[in-house]
């Protein structure tokens, strides 16, 4: 299995022998020893794959890195986090996703209204079994807990991925831009139940419920 590491806060240094890794298309920035490289598409394998993401918006492009050295990755100075997974699902945003073990499934998963308040669609990227999984964030992303005594809020705009036995729901709410009267139209929030842990970074994307 290929070894994950991070070369600063902004570099991911991915260490192979004969493995394969996924990331995102054109995150290569410098590579050593012997690669092979070959575009894929993301959001899931095979037909149903396929279907789901035209049917969704939830796109990503893949590229398959194989061989043997070590082969770096990076994209526009984001801050990198990794995960590991134990027969485990994380789901998180494709365009916080950088590269996965290759043996880990990806696929797309149905979050409901969360699609009518953002720019990334009503699915989420979920990724599957034993492995690493990197994440990007703006800025230095913060690990939360949830817990069945507390659930947490959080911005839409702020959330990067989740995993563990957590459930979700969107409700409308007032974030402090909109108390402050920074706020550009109708505000929402993401509660999320359970026993897990939510990433989240420290900015906000543009989302098309206004600004949140």
Do not use: W
């Amino acid at each position: 299995m290929a070894t994950f590491r991070l070369q600063g806060s902004k570099v991911l240094a991915v260490d192979m022998s004969g493995d394969a890794v996924k990331a995102k298309n054109g995150s290569m920035v410098a590579y050593d020893g012997q690669m092979a490289f070959k575009k894929l598409s993301g959001g899931g394998e095979g037909l149903r794959g396929m279907v789901t993401r035209r049917l969704t918006g939830e796109q990503m492009v893949l590229m398959e890195v194989k061989g043997h050295g070590t082969c770096f990755f990076a994209d526009r100075a984001s801050e990198i986090n990794l995960v590991n997974l134990h027969n485990d699902k994380l789901y998180v945003e494709a365009s916080n996703l950088l590269a996965t073990d290759a043996g880990l499934r990806t696929g797309t998963t149905f979050t409901g209204m969360r699609g009518a308040t953002s720019g990334n669609g009503l699915f989420t990227t979920t990724i599957e079994g034993t492995g690493q999984a990197a994440l990007m964030s703006d800025g230095p992303a913060v690990v939360l807990r949830v817990t069945p005594q507390y659930p947490l809020i959080v911005d839409p705009g702020a959330y990067i991925a989740h995993q563990g036995n957590v459930s979700q729901s969107f409700q409308s709410g007032v974030t402090f831009r909109t108390f402050m009267g920074e706020g550009g139209g109708e505000a929402f929030q993401v509660r999320f139940e359970g026993d897990g842990l939510v990433y989240v970074q420290p900015s906000e994307r543009n989302t098309i419920g206004g600004d949140v």
